[in-house]
């Protein structure tokens, strides 16, 4: 059974750090791409990042770019976002997914995930 867990969330001051992490299970992440998505209260949900593991590609939404990092532990089947500078606008539910490559770093088809998340609130 496809599975993903994301964890790590949490309440941090303006300007603070959370890494995020997404256990895969049920496959392994070598031929597929890896999307951060978020969903703050009353929007849509849009993606933040994503990673191509075959090859490291990545893909980060411009208010992300240079404060959020994404990675791959492959032995542990585990997808991570570092999150660095956190403004009070990146609040909301992180998930993440697996997808087909997409262009690049990007995500293709969204096949697996959209669990229960993770709450990040950025708050003084």
């Known amino acids: 059974q496809l599975q993903l867990v994301e964890s790590g969330g949490g309440l941090v001051q303006p300007g603070g750090s959370l890494r995020l992490s997404c256990a895969a299970s049920?496959?392994?992440?070598?031929?597929?791409?890896i999307g951060w998505f978020r969903q703050a209260p009353g929007k849509e949900r849009e993606g933040v990042s994503c990673?191509?593991?075959?090859?490291?590609?990545?893909y980060y939404e411009d208010s992300v770019k240079g404060r959020f990092t994404i990675s791959t532990d492959n032995a542990k089947n585990t997808v991570y976002l570092q999150m660095d500078s956190l403004k009070r606008e990146d609040t909301a539910v992180y998930y993440c997914?697996?997808?087909?490559?997409?262009?690049?770093?990007?995500?293709?088809?969204?096949?697996?995930?959209w669990g229960q998340g993770t709450q990040v609130t950025v708050s003084s």
């Open positions: 049920g496959f392994t992440l070598d031929y597929y791409a």
């Open positions: 997914a697996a997808s087909t490559p997409g262009n690049g770093g990007s995500c293709g088809e969204v096949f697996a995930g």
């Open positions: 990673i191509r593991v075959s090859d490291g590609s990545t």
